[in-house]
């Protein structure tokens, strides 16, 4: 008979989108290279420390833009209750950290210590899943801004135009920017500005590459506005950021 709960390690290698969905709630961590879920029209990354809460039966699409291992841990619906949201993806405390290690070496909830550590995770990571990660982008519902968001986010590391992007999809800029607004809540260069954070995220998870590299490999010519961006937005400096990893 399976556990209420249980936890596995595993790594993966590159892969394209693929919908996942499973019958118990899903706190899914990397602990080295990054994820990329999407979900309610909107896409986030998970590098290490950050985890998603998925509730259980909630389809997401994720992709593995480069190798990853993973921590998974699942609950089944009568261990705890739903989470206050579909999905959440937010950072983890010291706290949360170690108590995903432990479950991994602990596997399950069988015995009366295993249904204690994992009763403490699901508290603690419910709890966490309240304050969401402000590091989203939008997905978009239309294939017109799908498009656009494509072309944009493949473009981060030159002089990216929405003027250009607007004529590539074959659309007025005015046309493509009320688009954005209705769409996302957000202008072009405000979603610009979140792709090229995730993706300075992305990189930061990947080696040990020097913040000024890759704040020019994403698009900024100025490391002081590279970093006032990503301090705006994640409330970290980018070597802030990835000392959380460790």
Request: glycine share 6%; net charge neutral; hydrophobic share 45%.
């Amino acid at each position: 008979m399976t556990a209420q709960a249980y936890s596995f390690v595993r790594t993966f290698a590159p892969e394209p989108e693929r919908e996942l969905c499973v019958d118990r709630h899903y706190l899914l961590c990397a602990s080295a290279g990054a994820l990329r879920l999407e979900a309610q029209g909107q896409a986030w990354l998970l590098p290490p420390a950050r985890a998603a809460l998925i509730e259980a039966g909630r389809a997401i699409r994720v992709s593995i833009p480069q190798p990853v291992t993973t921590a998974s841990v699942l609950f089944d619906t009568a261990f705890c209750p739903p989470p206050a949201a579909p999905l959440a993806v937010f950072d983890l405390t010291p706290l949360a950290r170690a108590l995903v290690a432990e479950c991994a070496d602990c596997a399950d909830s069988g015995t009366p210590y295993g249904a204690a550590l994992f009763t403490a995770l699901a508290a603690v990571a419910w709890r966490l899943a309240e304050t969401p990660s402000p590091v989203v982008v939008p997905a978009g519902r239309s294939a017109e801004l799908r498009r656009a968001l494509r072309l944009t986010e493949e473009r981060l590391g030159g002089q990216v135009r929405f003027e250009d992007v607007a004529d590539a999809i074959g659309l007025a800029p005015r046309s493509l920017a009320r688009r954005f607004e209705d769409e996302t809540g957000l202008t072009w260069r405000a979603v610009l500005r979140r792709m090229r954070i995730m993706r300075a995220v992305e990189e930061l998870a990947a080696g040990d590459a020097p913040v000024t590299k890759i704040a020019f490999a994403v698009g900024y010519t100025s490391l002081s506005a590279f970093n006032a961006a990503f301090r705006e937005l994640t409330g970290r400096s980018p070597t802030q950021y990835r000392e959380s990893f460790l």
